[in-house]
């Protein structure tokens, strides 16, 4: 392991505790015979009182992000994360190249749901010696799209198919140019949620239906034949919490503020949340301060400070995290609309 107060750090970061839905998929041998496995994948759940149950180690001596200390009878050992197993992408996202701490600010930030690709050590050694590029080892794009549609003329810009007698399985033809195309709709996707809700027990009459009552605006989940079959052979479930969210109207914002002389230059309330619940909003920020500078809006709601999740903290909480760095903070934030937006539609917890 790492010495001193670097190791100290590294297990205070990240000591998740892993609830996993579907096995992973079994490791195989590369068709080239050089003893290079197949990377496994597990999408990992959890509750917001548990943690995933494994350590991520930078290891002296020892290349990559290293699965460590796992934990007995958890569920990421009865489910097959192996000590020593690389981590090789974060939701889709190749990391292996990454620095340690922002791998783990990236695990951190998924909240209760993550998808990892994992490599065991002995094929990430024998891959590395041979001069893989492991990036290659792992599909391009496995995020299936949250897309919001707004109704023109023409209507919604797709239309939907489904067997006979079946419910829930409908693929979407996209009218070139049109409402859908221009949200991101990919041409002959599933459909797997329409506002939030899934339409797995939906028939192609219950679905119609609910469009119709969805008015001028729409917001589906939804994912391409190939990320379709990636989860399908794999026997993992498509869910929300692993969408990519980068085709909605509405955007976070990552605030970087650096103390001045008269502090950042902001009040943080404690309020009640348009969805419930309570939540921590940024108010009073003073003209010409290092809030102000940072882009800080009235109204803003925080939620997440220095890479971490506030998910569950109270206000004095959220306090010490900010105050946990001397002269500096990162807040990741939404301003109102798009916090109303994401709840209204059922994806609140997919900001992050």
């Known amino acids: 392991g790492l010495e001193g107060d670097k190791m100290s750090i590294i297990k205070f970061e990240f000591d998740p505790k892993i609830g996993i839905d579907n096995p992973a998929l079994t490791l195989t041998e590369d068709t080239d015979g050089e003893g290079v496995g197949e990377p496994r994948f597990y999408l990992l759940t959890k509750d917001s009182t548990e943690t995933f149950g494994f350590c991520l180690h930078e290891e002296l001596g020892c290349q990559g992000h290293v699965i460590r200390q796992i934990e007995l009878g958890g569920v990421a050992q009865r489910r097959g994360l192996q000590d020593g197993d690389r981590l090789l992408q974060v939701n889709g996202h190749f990391v292996d190249h990454m620095d340690h701490l ?31 590029d492991l990036s290659r080892m792992l599909p391009d794009d496995i995020r299936p799209r949250l897309c919001h549609v707004t109704r023109d003329r023409s209507g919604f810009g797709f239309s939907v198919s489904c067997p006979e007698g079946t419910k829930g ?17 990919p041409p002959g996707s599933w459909l797997l949620e329409l506002n939030g809700d899934s339409v797995k027990s939906y028939s192609h009459t219950q679905l119609t239906k609910k469009l119709k009552q ?17 989860y399908r052979l794999r026997g993992l479930r498509v869910t929300a919490a692993l969408a990519d969210t980068s085709r909605l109207p509405f955007k976070v914002r990552e605030l970087h503020l650096v103390k001045g002389p008269a ?12 969805s419930g619940g309570v939540g921590q909003f940024l108010w009073d ?32 909480q959220t306090v010490h995290r900010i105050r946990a760095r001397e002269d500096q903070v990162t807040l990741l934030v939404i301003d109102p609309a798009g916090d109303e937006f994401y709840h209204s539609v059922g994806f609140g917890g997919l900001v992050l």
């Open 102 to 132: 922002r791998v783990v600010q990236k695990i951190k930030a998924s909240g209760n749901q993550v998808l990892l690709a994992v490599l065991d050590g002995d094929s990430y050694e024998a891959a590395k010696s041979l001069g893989r």
């Open 169 to 185: 399985t409908f693929q979407l033809s996209v009218l070139q140019d049109g409402p859908a195309d221009r949200a991101g709709v």
């Open 214 to 230: 969805s008015g001028n605006k729409v917001t589906l989940l939804v994912a391409s034949s190939a990320v379709e079959e990636f």
């Open 263 to 274: 502090g950042y230059g902001f009040l943080l309330k404690e309020d009640d949340c348009s």
């Open 285 to 316: 920020v003073d003209v010409g301060l290092p809030a102000e500078q940072a882009g800080m809006r009235e109204g803003d709601r925080v939620l997440a400070v220095n890479g971490e999740s506030i998910e569950g903290l109270d206000h004095e």
